[in-house]
Every structure is written in C-alpha cells, then in structure tokens.
C-alpha cells in the first residue's frame, strides 16, 4: 500500500529529486484569510511568514544547527525570539518536504496495515506509523487512487493531549508530483486551520540566510 501511495505521489525518484520547496498559501482561520508564505529544504531548514492586519509573523527552523526563532510584532516587538525545546521540535516535526512514509524503516519508523476502512463513502487502507520518537500517525489511504485522504493523531501539549485531524483534498500533479491543494486541520472534532495552496515552486533557489536567526537579536 505504501509502494503504492509512493509510485501515486511521483515516485521514489521524482520525489528524493525535490530539494527545495517555495509555497504560496491562502489560510483561513476564525473567520480570518491571511496569506502565508512558506519555504522549505531537503536539511530540514523550514520557515513561514504570515501577513495579519499589515504585521509579519515569521517562523523558521534552521536545519543546520537545530535552532527554531520566531519574530512576532503582534506581542509588541519586531526582535527575534529563540524557541523553546518543545516549540522548536514542533517545528522540526513540521517539515512536509518529504513524507515519513517514504523509506519509514530507514528513519526508524515502524508501519503496519490495519485493514480497510469505509471513509464518507470510500474505501481506503487503514496505515498506523510508529515513529522512533514513540508518535503515532494514522493514514486513510484511498484504496483506488493510493492517494492520501486523512491523517489522524494524538498531540501532546502543555499537559494536555489533542485528538488531531488532518483532511486531503484537490491533488494536483505538477513536475511530476502530485499532491493536496487543499489541506483541512480538526483539533477535537472542530475545524482549525484551511489552507489552499495557490502557487509551488519545486527545487528554486532559496537563499540559506532566510533561515539564520538574525545575530543581533540572538539574546532575549
């Protein structure tokens, strides 16, 4: 199934090829639409700025050395703020570059097939992926296309533990690699984030500096 959900994406090949990944977001939140923009690198260097009401939120991992920052004008300062342990791995766990399906036993993972499922109507693979840090994701792959529809996990945070779910719509294949424009958070059973993909950019140059926590800022 997962050979399969691999060869629907693109192939080993198409997809090991992507270096680099420049997205243009429409997110929609409690009402709101903002538009994001977010680059991502095959290190595992990601960062995301987020325009609200004219203000910047930018939030960025550095693959390099393993820091995570963040400048958010919205608490009342323009200063680079270093993350903390639990923030920054977060960010580190966030990386969609490449699926952890892709070579899971390599990463360390573990996968199994529960069986099938009916979901809304359509019959899909039921896959549960224990990572090697001890997390576990669930896959709803569809049993025609073996492309992903949802994914289902629990989050730990602050104490308190989240049912989260994660719905896949609008596939569209572009250099050879498909995947979802139209992606559907749920936290508990309630609508969190919608965001729709509007433009992609596959192995552009990104400069390694958009990552870097600016040095002046370094001391909180």
């Known amino acids: 199934v997962i050979e399969n959900y691999l060869k629907a994406t693109g192939g080993r090949e198409k997809i090991k090829a992507v270096q680099s990944v420049k997205t243009e977001i429409k997110m929609k939140a409690q009402m709101f639409e903002f538009p994001t923009t977010a680059y991502m690198k095959k290190d595992g260097s990601m960062r995301s700025e987020t325009e609200i009401q004219g203000l910047k939120i930018i939030q960025a991992y550095n693959g390099t050395d393993s820091t995570g920052w963040s400048i958010n004008p919205m608490q009342g300062d323009n200063k680079a703020h270093k993350m903390n342990d639990e923030q920054r791995k977060d960010m580190k766990d966030e990386n969609r570059l490449e699926s952890p399906l892709l070579d899971y036993k390599q990463k360390g993972h573990t996968a199994e097939l529960l069986g099938k499922e009916d979901l809304e109507g359509d019959e899909v693979f039921k896959v549960m992926l224990i990572k090697k840090n001890g997390n576990i994701t669930y896959y709803y792959i569809d049993a ?76 909180d």
Request: without cysteine.
């Open 144 to 219: 025609q296309s073996f492309l992903i529809w949802k994914e289902e996990s629990k989050v730990k945070y602050q104490d308190r533990e989240f049912q989260n779910e994660t719905y896949f719509s609008n596939y569209t294949t572009q250099d050879g690699i498909t995947s979802a424009r139209t992606i559907e958070n749920y936290s508990d059973g309630k609508v969190v984030m919608q965001m729709n993909i509007e433009k992609m950019e596959y192995n552009g140059k990104i400069d390694d500096s958009l990552f870097k926590m600016p040095a002046e800022e370094k001391k």
